[in-house]
T-cell receptor, first 111, second 115 residues
Framework: LAKTTQPISMDSYEGQEVNITCSHN???????ITWYQQFPSQGPRFIIQ???TKVTNEVASLFIPADRKSSTLSLPRVSLSDTAVYYC????????????FGKGTKLSVKP | NAGVMQNPRHLVRRRGQEARLRCSPM?????VYWYRQLPEEGLKFMVY????????ESGMPKERFSAEFPKEGPSILRIQQVVRGDSAAYFC?????????????FGPGTRLTVL
């Protein structure tokens, strides 16, 4: 399973676009990149998943360059309610299916 | 369709007592995972179960901890003779199948406090 590295914290203001980059230098060929969001006192919530290039859904976009050694989660026009911890996970779950969480990036959105 | 349910949400135990944490997966989900989270840390995998079977318990301490997912009823994470270091948030997740094509849905967690 790929080890991931991401910034410990980020600050932003309402209405801005936020990009959180995650590095995963030893990602394997069959690994996917998955992002989860966690609010205080709640369980993590799936945001987006991708393998390569760009994936977009109603919440975010995920950019993965050709070498797949990093990925960027893009949150358009953040609001105060986007304040949370964002986790980048690399892996395919294998036969076990367990997810490997790092410490995540604590995003603080200010008015 | 109700999400993953966990109870109790908060549990207080004294050292040496037993803690039982329950998890009801989403309807149609047969895969259950338990994770533990310490303050300011990410979640740590503990155990992965399918109905009546433990598939992977590599993240679970060998002593005092056990998990089950019976044919009928919720999954149970049991901690015997709790110690202060067991104080944490315990999250359960469920999925229809194995990632990456089967997203894990997390419950709200059980916050265990050991006095």
């Amino acid at each position: 399973l790929a080890k991931t590295t991401q910034p410990i914290s980020m600050d932003s203001y309402e209405g801005q676009e936020v990009n959180i980059t995650c590095s995963h230098n030893n990602i394997a060929t069959n690994d996917y990149i998955t992002w989860y969001q966690q609010f205080p006192s709640q369980g993590p919530r799936f945001i987006i998943q991708g393998y390569k290039t760009k994936v977009t859904n109603e919440v975010a976009s995920l950019f993965i360059p050709a070498d797949r050694k990093s990925s960027t989660l893009s949150l358009p026009r953040v609001s105060l309610s986007d304040t949370a911890v964002y986790y980048c996970l690399g892996g395919n779950g294998g036969s076990q299916g367990n997810l490997i969480f790092g410490k995540g990036t604590k995003l603080s959105v200010k008015p | 369709n109700a999400g993953v349910m966990q109870n109790p949400r908060h549990l207080v135990r004294r050292r040496g007592q037993e803690a039982r944490l329950r998890c009801s997966p989403m309807k149609g989900h047969s895969h259950v995972y338990w994770y533990r989270q310490l303050p300011e840390e990410g979640l740590k995998f503990m155990v992965y179960l399918q109905k009546e079977n433990i598939i992977d318990e590599s993240g679970m301490p060998k002593e005092r901890f056990s998990a089950e997912f019976p044919k009928e009823g919720p999954s149970i994470l049991r901690i015997q003779q709790v110690v202060r270091g067991d104080s944490a948030a315990y999250f359960c997740a469920s999925s229809k199948g194995l990632p990456p094509n089967n997203e894990q849905f997390f419950g709200p967690g059980t916050r265990l406090t050991v006095l």
